[in-house]
């Protein structure tokens, strides 16, 4: 732990102050800075990030996980069949397994992941990031241990929509389970302001839904009708009836993705 009560905030570098400490890793004592500006929550300068992915890339006690992935899985189609979505990324797919769901709905979507390597649609990465309809970055940014600089580089890509998940800090104490701290994976949590001031820094809009998912997109892109039908296609009994209408049609991208690597 440093004894600094202030540091300089990783996203809008407005002076943040000293709100808390915390054990890490159950070893490492790590002061928690909250910034006036932004309203966002930030670990110090994380020191301890190798030790932390060391043997992998998931948070061992985040037992919802696979569960997730699957709710995911019935947003991103939604989305991506109400935008008519012709390619979309899954950025920080961790093992590509949300890309491989999407790809067997014949959604046309690839990986990348720097950390790791998606072994479920590992015939699908890509470096390339031009002319993406969709980017999706689910349980990323809380991760990002230089977030300026790492959403500058998503935005710069210029896709017409950014889609995220992350539970959005909203003052909350030392206790928040979000904190993750037996994992030290999760270093940045991220307020609705600072959300907003991200989409203005690159000129989208930013559409909230729930307390976790956060829609970015050109202006123009999508239209006021087609936010509130995603407002009610992202309710939670409907996005049930979703989940069933998955599990009942057939995955026809399997066998169109093993036709595309048998010529």
Same mark, same amino acid.
């Given at each position: 732990?440093?004894?600094?009560?202030?540091?300089?905030?990783?996203?809008?570098?407005?002076?943040?102050?000293?709100?808390?400490?915390?054990?890490?890793?159950?070893?490492?004592?790590?002061?928690?800075?909250?910034?006036?500006?932004?309203?966002?929550?930030?670990?110090?300068?994380?020191?301890?990030?190798?030790?932390?992915?060391?043997?992998?890339?998931?948070?061992?006690?985040?037992? !919802?996980?696979?569960? =997730?992935? @699957? #709710?995911?899985? /019935?947003?991103? *189609?939604?989305? +991506?069949?109400?935008?008519?979505?012709? $390619?979309?990324?899954?950025?920080?797919?961790?093992? !590509?397994?949300?890309? =491989?769901? @999407? #790809?067997?709905? /014949?959604?046309? *979507?690839?990986? +990348?992941?720097?950390?790791?390597?998606? $072994?479920?649609?590992?015939?699908?990465?890509?470096?390339?990031?031009?002319?993406?309809? @969709?980017?999706?970055?689910?349980?990323? *940014?809380?991760?990002?241990?230089?977030?300026?600089?790492?959403?500058?580089?998503?935005?710069?890509?210029?896709?017409?929509?950014?889609?995220?998940?992350?539970?959005?800090?909203?003052?909350?104490?030392?206790?928040?389970?979000?904190?993750?701290?037996?994992?030290?994976?999760?270093?940045?949590?991220?307020?609705?302001?600072?959300?907003?001031?991200?989409?203005?820094?690159?000129?989208?809009?930013?559409?909230?839904?729930?307390?976790?998912?956060?829609?970015?997109?050109?202006?123009?892109?999508?239209?006021?009708?087609?936010?509130?039908?995603?407002?009610?296609?992202?309710?939670?009994?409907?996005?049930?009836?979703?989940?069933?209408?998955?599990?009942?049609?057939?995955?026809?991208?399997?066998?169109?993705?093993?036709?595309?690597?048998?010529?």
């Amino acid at each position: 732990m440093n004894n600094n009560k202030s540091l300089n905030c990783r996203l809008c570098k407005e002076e943040a102050n000293l709100v808390f400490n915390k054990k890490i890793l159950n070893k490492f004592l790590v002061n928690y800075y909250k910034c006036p500006k932004c309203e966002s929550l930030q670990t110090e300068k994380p020191y301890w990030l190798d030790e932390a992915y060391s043997k992998s890339n998931l948070c061992e006690d985040d037992l !919802g996980a696979a569960y =997730r992935t @699957l #709710r995911n899985h /019935e947003k991103v *189609f939604i989305l +991506s069949k109400i935008l008519k979505v012709n $390619k979309g990324l899954d950025w920080g797919s961790g093992d !590509g397994l949300l890309c =491989r769901l @999407l #790809r067997d709905y /014949e959604l046309n *979507f690839f990986s +990348s992941d720097k950390y790791s390597l998606p $072994k479920y649609s590992s015939k699908f990465l890509i470096s390339d990031f031009n002319n993406l309809d @969709l980017i999706v970055s689910l349980e990323v *940014f809380e991760h990002m241990s230089e977030p300026n600089s790492e959403i500058d580089f998503l935005f710069k890509q210029k896709p017409n929509s950014i889609f995220i998940s992350t539970l959005f800090y909203n003052n909350n104490e030392k206790n928040w389970h979000y904190l993750h701290p037996d994992s030290g994976m999760h270093i940045f949590f991220y307020s609705k302001k600072s959300l907003k001031m991200i989409a203005k820094k690159y000129d989208y809009n930013v559409c909230f839904f729930d307390n976790q998912y956060a829609l970015f997109y050109k202006e123009g892109y999508i239209s006021n009708i087609k936010l509130k039908i995603l407002k009610l296609f992202f309710n939670k009994y409907v996005t049930k009836l979703i989940r069933i209408y998955l599990t009942i049609i057939p995955a026809k991208g399997i066998e169109k993705d093993k036709k595309y690597f048998s010529k």
